[in-house]
């Protein structure tokens, strides 16, 4: 059984930083994308970064410079280090493995998704 679990969320304030990472069990997925994604209350899903198995990085505009995804295959985990936050960053965070071949950039090209991360940013 697949199983993705994200933690490393909470409050805090602006300009903070927090690291959340990714663990995932069932089956290894070095050979895998991963992804991290963040819906905000009353919006749809929207991608945040994307880490290829190569290791290749691809990240949001609102994002980039800020973020920086990483992956530890030797422990099937993914990880995003999350430094000056905004209050716009306050959403559920979630990773997810991409399927090969997929869009990068969309939820609809990604299997397995934990079950998110609150982050909340406060100004």
């Known amino acids: 059984q697949v199983q993705l679990v994200e933690s490393g969320g909470g409050l805090v304030q602006a300009g903070g930083s927090l690291r959340l990472s990714c663990a995932a069990s069932?089956?290894?997925?070095?050979?895998?994308?991963m992804g991290w994604f963040r819906q905000a209350p009353g919006k749809g899903r929207e991608f945040v970064a994307t880490?290829?198995?190569?290791?290749?990085?691809s990240y949001a505009d609102a994002v980039k410079g800020r973020f920086t995804i990483s992956r530890d295959n030797a422990k099937n985990t993914v990880y995003l280090q999350m430094n000056n936050l905004k209050p716009e960053d306050t959403a559920v965070y979630y990773c997810?493995?991409?399927?090969?071949?997929?869009?990068?950039?969309?939820?609809?090209?990604?299997?397995?998704w934990g079950q998110g991360t609150q982050v909340a940013v406060s100004s």
């Open positions: 997810a493995v991409r399927r090969v071949g997929s869009i990068w950039y969309s939820p609809s090209g990604y299997d397995y």
């Open positions: 880490i290829s198995d190569s290791g290749s990085t």
């Open positions: 069932g089956r290894t997925f070095s050979r895998n994308a």
